[in-house]
């Protein structure tokens, strides 16, 4: 079993910078693949960005690549979540999740999710 713990959302300005953290806890792997996903009002959560636990490889959303950037810092047991040059339609909930495998694929198949933290870009 696996904890995922967010914080960092709040309320920014078009143009701001934010960065969110995500605290794992339990059984954590080096095989795990952690992502970040989002679920804006009225409309179904996406994938945001992912990265392996172990290695550097990472991918992310069209709608956000180049201006977030997803880290982990290991020895914290966390995952991050630059954001640069927010956006209006970056409101959302933003969710933490992990995966046990890898097969190629980051952007379906977690397991576990957290709770989410609100991020609030206002114009």
């Known amino acids: 079993q696996v904890q995922l713990v967010e914080s960092g959302g709040r309320l920014a300005q078009a143009g701001d910078s934010l960065r969110l953290s995500c605290a794992a806890s339990g059984r954590t792997s080096s095989n795990y693949v952690m992502g970040w996903f989002r679920q804006a009002p009225g409309k179904e959560r996406e994938f945001v960005a992912a990265?392996?636990?172990?290695?550097?490889?990472?991918y992310y959303d069209e709608s956000v690549n180049g201006r977030f950037t997803i880290s982990r810092d290991n020895a914290k047991n966390m995952v991050l979540l630059q954001m640069i040059s927010l956006k209006p339609e970056d409101t959302a909930v933003y969710y933490c999740?992990?995966?046990?495998?890898?097969?190629?694929?980051?952007?379906?198949?977690?397991?576990?999710w957290g709770q989410g933290t609100q991020v609030t870009v206002s114009s």
């Open positions: 999740a992990a995966k046990t495998t890898f097969w190629g694929d980051f952007v379906s198949g977690y397991i576990y």
């Open positions: 990265v392996r636990w172990s290695g550097d490889q990472t």
